[in-house]
């Protein structure tokens, strides 16, 4: 079964920088999307970025500028490199692969 594990998350300040990863379990090359998703108190899950098999990228407009997603097939990873963090950005971050999801990593950041 394949399985999708988050870590980097943690507390930063305002202006600071995470780069958050995604490790799965089997070969990421066979999905064709793959994606970071977040979700704050109160809030629905919502998309912040994708990635296709062919390096596509597609952002939230609330990241686009700050953040940057990337794969590297060859580890069978996804990253999230998040510079310029605001405090909104704090939420669970979550790596999609199809119907698969992770654990979540929490972001916090303090103003």
């Known amino acids: 079964q394949v399985q999708l594990v988050e870590s980097g998350g943690g507390l930063v300040q305002s202006g600071g920088s995470l780069r958050l990863s995604c490790a799965v379990s089997?070969?990421?090359?066979?999905?064709?999307?793959m994606g970071w998703y977040r979700q704050a108190p109160g809030n629905s899950r919502e998309l912040v970025a994708t990635?296709?098999?062919?390096?596509?990228?597609n952002y939230a407009d609330s990241v686009k500028g700050r953040f940057t997603i990337s794969r590297d097939n060859g580890k069978n990873t996804i990253y999230l490199q998040m510079n310029s963090l605001k405090p909104e950005d704090t939420a669970v971050y979550y790596c999609?692969?199809?119907?698969?999801w992770g654990q979540g990593t929490q972001v916090t950041v303090s103003s």
């Open positions: 999609r692969a199809t119907t698969l």
């Open positions: 990635i296709t098999s062919g390096g596509s990228t």
């Open positions: 089997g070969r990421i090359s066979g999905f064709y999307v």
